[in-house]
């Protein structure tokens, strides 16, 4: 029964994107953060590794102000990508190594450079896209970058305040081009 209700949060947790708490129960290895109380509970990769993977993800993707967890967010997905698929494992693992030892505690600029030697590489690549698509699907994300969410269900954005354009200047009526007549 105890195994159960883990894996139901487990997989509430997977499909919210919420990362403010445990992620997962049990497991191997635990990356914590510095920020807000939380753990990510690593299966394919090392602590060391995770930090690693953390900081190349906070560095091809930099929000300063964002949560670690937004980024642990990756970190989970390739994770659990890795437990799956062996060759992908091997390959993150060996991309983690060349970032070299000390990458996760390294200064911003250095992490910089070390990303840069091994931007053609298939590890950057791969990573760089699960970055971007992992964090940006995160609602912790989301919310930070003031994402609303889909608009269809809400009745779609024209009439949600997404064609107020009060912050741009006064277009003069020569310039507007047309217009839309009522009853056209």
């Known amino acids: 029964m105890k195994s159960r209700k883990a894996a139901e949060r487990r997989e509430f947790l997977k499909t919210t994107g919420v990362l403010t708490g445990i992620l997962a129960v049990g497991g191997q290895f635990a990356l914590l953060a510095p920020t807000r109380s939380w753990a990510l509970d690593l299966h394919a990769f090392t602590s060391e590794q995770g930090e690693a993977l953390l900081a190349a993800a906070r560095t091809i993707a930099p929000h300063d102000a964002l949560e670690d967890a937004a980024y642990a967010a990756v970190v989970h997905a390739a994770d659990?990508?890795?437990l799956r698929d062996a060759p992908l494992r091997t390959s993150l693992t060996e991309g983690v190594a060349a970032l070299g030892a000390g990458f996760?505690?390294?200064s911003e600029p250095e992490r910089v450079a070390a990303l840069k030697r091994i931007e053609?590489?298939?590890?950057?690549?791969?990573?760089?896209?699960?970055?971007?698509?992992?964090?940006y699907s995160t609602p912790l994300a989301q919310a930070f970058l003031g994402y609303e969410g889909e608009a269809f269900?809400?009745?779609g954005y024209l009439l949600r305040g997404f064609n107020d354009l009060r912050w741009l200047p006064d277009v003069p009526e020569a310039d507007a081009g047309p217009t839309l007549k009522s009853g056209a």
């Open 104 to 106: 996760a505690r390294a």
């Open 120 to 135: 053609a590489g298939e590890f950057f690549q791969r990573y760089r896209a699960r970055t971007l698509g992992v964090l």
């Open 80 to 82: 659990a990508d890795a």
């Open 153 to 155: 269900t809400k009745g």
